[in-house]
């Protein structure tokens, strides 16, 4: 049945016996392995994740998709697969502008923490409402800026308040007053509205609005000039379309295909940028180099550390608006901590490994013409593992030997 040739495909590029999810989330062992030659790596690595896509297109998991894997010094792989849409239209490129759905929060928002934490502007254990204080309600006081960007602020996941059709000041003030669920610190539920809530202390706290903010002090300074919210219509030849909407009636193209984004006027800390292979490929690289690209800068290596580091794993595997791997994630089975990342609605996930001076990148739509399509996990998984299968053999073997991993987790 064509629904099991993704997992299939996965099952089949395993090498060795099928070890439990949590024998794989072993420790990488002391000292990273090297690459792989590139020329004996990456043509297996090309050919594989090319079937992967290829499959992913034929099971309808989404119309057309990039992948690229790289290291520090740029991209070791590149392979498209598909169409921008379903209808004809151009084979995606490192050019074509996706929507990030949430890794806007990682892109956007958490660079824009990172820098003004360093800068001391903002303190992570600090209560939200020395920033915010118009955020008011029972236990709010309880909760410091550390809790939302580790998703452990008490809020619940979203609302639905688009559908009320409301001004985005109107809908902006609908969540300032969502009580909270439960006590900060107790539970992690990922949570939108605290996103939010991060993007409007950026702009309170620089005297920017958010997109301003990110422009001028990260996307434009890294060379990452496609990244924006709310692309132009002279880019919409360049853009992927998401959902036949039912909400606004019409198949999206060029904007944010999160309602409650849209809502707000299509800029916000939890969804809303756009942004291409190229440009990740870029952030990426900053991360792998220690928070720094081509003579510009985004953070201090110790930030990044600390931004991409497991906070509490008593709840979760979050980091500071980062995810790390673990058991059943997009990491797959053999991408461990320190590496992190994060996935986004639409079908969008990035994760980083600097234990293996390296990235893994997949840009599709699996939203396209339906948010029904849940087809994405597995080929994320398949992408991942076929990354670390290709360029580290030996580290693979080790963590299908099944050596034990006090870092792993599940999530709860």
């Known amino acids: 049945m064509i629904l099991l040739t993704i997992p299939l495909l996965v099952a089949a590029c395993h090498t060795g016996a099928g070890a439990p999810p949590g024998a794989l989330q072993a420790a990488v062992p002391t000292g990273a392995e090297p690459v792989r030659p590139v020329t004996a790596a990456t043509a297996t690595l090309r050919d594989t994740i090319q079937a992967i896509l290829n499959r992913g297109v034929a099971d309808s998991a989404f119309p057309g998709a990039i992948a690229m894997i790289g290291t520090h010094a740029g991209p070791l792989v590149t392979v498209a697969a598909g169409h921008l849409d379903w209808a004809p239209s151009p084979v995606p490129d490192a050019n074509t502008l996706w929507d990030m759905a949430s890794l806007t929060k990682v892109i956007g928002m958490t660079s824009a923490m990172m ?34 960007i580790t998703h452990q602020s008490g809020l619940p996941a979203f609302r639905q308040y688009f559908k009320l059709n ?77 959902e036949n909407d039912p909400w606004r009636g019409r198949h999206l193209r060029g904007e944010v295909h999160d309602e409650n984004a849209a809502a707000l006027g299509g800029v916000s800390g939890h969804a809303g940028l756009f942004s291409t292979a190229h440009d990740l490929d870029r952030l ?14 985004l953070a201090s290596a110790a930030t990044i550390r600390r931004f991409t580091t497991v906070w509490d794993s008593t709840f979760s595997s979050r980091a500071l608006g980062w995810d ?76 299908q030997g099944g050596a034990a991993s006090p870092s792993s987790t599940s999530r709860p």
């Open 115 to 148: 820098q003004l934490v360093e800068s001391g502007k903002v303190d992570l254990d600090a209560p939200v409402q020395r920033y915010l204080p118009e955020w008011r309600g029972p236990n709010k006081d309880r909760v410091t800026v550390r809790h939302l």
């Open 166 to 242: 409301l001004s985005p000041d109107s809908t902006l003030r609908l969540f300032f007053n969502e009580p909270l669920d439960t006590l900060p610190g107790v539970r992690m539920v990922y949570s939108d509205i605290g996103a939010i809530l991060l993007g409007k202390i950026v702009e309170r706290v620089s005297g920017e609005t958010l997109d301003g903010y990110l422009t001028r002090h990260v996307f434009e300074p890294l060379g990452m000039h496609d990244t924006r919210y709310r692309p132009p219509a002279t880019l919409l030849a360049r853009i992927a379309p998401t």
């Open 324 to 399: 790390t791997p673990s058991a059943n994630s997009s990491a797959g089975h053999f991408m461990t901590r320190p590496a992190f990342g994060h996935t986004g609605f639409t079908g969008t996930s990035i994760w980083i490994a600097p234990q293996h001076d390296l990235y893994v990148l997949l840009l599709p739509h699996r939203v396209n013409p339906t948010r029904e399509h849940s087809r994405i996990g597995p080929v994320r998984v398949a992408v991942a593992d076929a990354a670390m299968r290709a360029l580290f053999p030996a580290t693979v073997k080790a963590l």
């Open 284 to 297: 990426a690289r900053v991360y792998l180099n220690g928070g720094t690209l081509d003579g510009a800068r």
